[in-house]
């Protein structure tokens, strides 16, 4: 059975740093992606960063770029996402998300707040 479990969100100030981990059962860290997707009040869900295991490479969207590193410990079954100078924009419930090429599984997610 997958499980997903996110931690380390909270409340930080404009221009302060988290890192998120996400503990991973039932998986390998070696097919597929693995990575982190937000959704603040009122909007869709999006994707924020992940590491697709075909390329080993980091995929990042464009608002996070420069401030926000995905990372894997494989030997821990964890992915972690480091976050710098955060924004309000930043604000909002974070994901844990496992796609195996058929199925996604989701963590029950990790609030980030980031007061101005």
């Known amino acids: 059975e997958v499980q997903l479990v996110e931690s380390g969100g909270g409340l930080v100030q404009a221009g302060g740093s988290l890192t998120l981990s996400c503990a991973a059962t039932g998986i390998t860290f070696d097919d597929y992606a693995i990575g982190w997707f937000r959704q603040a009040p009122g909007k869709e869900r999006e994707g924020v960063s992940c590491i697709n295991y075909d390329t080993r490479s980091p995929a990042y969207a464009d608002s996070v770029k420069g401030r926000f590193t995905i990372s894997s410990d494989d030997a821990k079954n964890t992915i972690y996402l480091q976050m710098n100078s955060l924004k309000s924009e930043d604000t909002a419930v974070y994901y844990c998300?496992?796609?195996?090429?058929?199925?996604?599984?989701w963590g029950q997610g990790t609030q980030v707040t980031v007061s101005s």
């Open positions: 998300r496992y796609y195996n090429g058929r199925t996604s599984y």
